[in-house]
């Protein structure tokens, strides 16, 4: 099988790179070997990350006005009929 690879540039501070490089080394890993697992792991992590996980990780309180705002709709939150949907099922529409 023959892969099609790409190489990228990356800039990094030093003392950044350096305490990746001697990771990646303390387990027989090369910088770049290093890097492309640690990024494809995260990229697997997030694409399986349930709504309220995702939402939990990246998104603030909001403000008190917007608060209010919410509270004056006279949701239900105690109503749980639905399903829960994906984070990429969310993005499709």
């Known amino acids: 099988i023959i892969m099609e690879t790409i190489r990228k540039n990356i800039t990094l501070p030093t003392n950044i790179y350096e ?12 910088f770049s070997e290093f890097i ?17 996980e995702y939402i939990n990780k990246n998104c603030s309180f909001v403000s008190k006005d917007e608060q209010l705002e919410i ?5 239900d939150f105690e109503n749980l009929d639905g399903k829960e949907i994906t984070l990429d099922e969310l993005l499709q529409g």
């Open 36 to 52: 492309r697992e640690a990024a494809l792991k995260v990229v697997i992590q997030n694409e399986n990350m349930g709504l309220l």
């Open 71 to 75: 509270e004056a709709m006279n949701i």
């Open 19 to 30: 305490t990746i490089n001697n990771h990646a080394k303390k387990n027989g890993m090369t």
